[in-house]
């Protein structure tokens, strides 16, 4: 009949968080492990939850490979040698349990909480833990990382869920000459056409 019962809000809208921002968090936070945890959420892109829980025993070498709690689905994907060696030096030489067992014993609304009285410590506004997640998509499209890789790094099993996480992602074209600099010679690309074949 249109006739609205309730007020209806409108929703906020999900955005990665911005490298400045991730790096004024981290310049204003004193506790290492909570350093740690941003450090492992930015190169990751795991959902807090998941990150909290990361294990030791799940690190392979520069991988780290593990199944979504929300959906149980497979995420993998490298670290790079500067994550790796926070992580090692946060272990102490342990060859398993979690690698930050402090904030794996916390619910996620405290650390949820805690990050929201960080932001407003550092006069930041409109992002939550769950921001870092679409800052990786973002940054992952904005590379050119293809879909179907980017998707296994973040657990995604659906192109779709995944594509609405990378939406805020800004890609600027190269010049064509800039282009033609970066990609392969003819030859060099027809013979690694010629060596997929096989």
Partial sequence: MGIISHPIVPRKSKR?????????????????????????????????????????EKLRGEVIEYHRMKTGSRA??????????????????RKKGFILPSLQRMNSKDRAS???????????????????????????????MPERLAMVALG?????????????????ALSLSGFQASSPKPAEASYQLAESAY
């Fill in 16 to 56: 990665g968080i911005t490298n400045a921002e991730h790096q004024r968090l981290l310049s204003n936070i004193r506790s290492w492990r909570w350093k740690l945890f941003h450090q492992i959420l930015w190169e990751t892109g795991g959902a807090q939850s998941d990150a909290a829980h990361f294990r030791i």
């Fill in 76 to 93: 993998a994907q490298q670290l790079s040698p500067e994550l790796r060696g926070l992580i090692q030096s946060e272990t102490c030489g």
């Fill in 114 to 144: 805690i990050f929201c009285r960080a932001c407003k410590r550092c006069s930041l506004s409109g992002i939550s833990l769950h921001s870092y997640r679409y800052a990786w998509a973002e940054r992952a499209f904005s590379i050119g």
């Fill in 156 to 172: 995604h099993n659906s192109s779709a869920i995944h594509r609405v996480y990378a939406k805020g992602a800004t890609i600027v």
